[in-house]
């Protein structure tokens, strides 16, 4: 059974900084390209960011290229969000989903390229 269990979120200052992580289990994690999710009050869900099975390559949405840093340990079944220069707009519940394949493709919607979602972790940017 597919579990991801994130952790990492928090109250954070604008200007701060979390990390997230993502502990995956019941699945052969190093095959699977992973990404982070995030759905603020009334608004539509966002794909933060993505990365390779192999960490090969990512990708970031516009609203946080240059400051979020996607990460994952294949050895440990985790992958991690570090998120820097934080925003109040970067509020939100933070999920971590398991794609459907080793990588993801741009041109498709990623809705349609992922199975599995965690629970979410809240994170908050308030001074």
């Known amino acids: 059974q597919v579990h991801l269990v994130e952790s990492g979120g928090g109250l954070a200052q604008p200007g701060g900084s979390l990390r997230l992580s993502c502990a995956a289990s019941g699945f052969t994690f190093s095959k699977y390209a992973m990404s982070w999710a995030r759905q603020a009050p009334g608004k539509g869900l966002e794909w933060v960011s993505g990365?390779?099975?192999?960490?090969?390559?990512?990708y970031y949405a516009d609203s946080v290229k240059g400051r979020f840093t996607i990460s994952r340990d294949n050895a440990k079944n985790t992958v991690y969000l570090q998120m820097n220069s934080l925003k109040p707009e970067d509020t939100a519940l933070y999920y971590c989903v398991k794609a459907l394949a080793s990588r993801t493709w741009s041109s498709v919607n990623y809705s349609l390229q992922h199975d599995y979602w965690g629970q979410g972790t809240q994170v908050t940017v308030s001074s």
């Open positions: 990365i390779y099975s192999n960490g090969s390559n990512t």
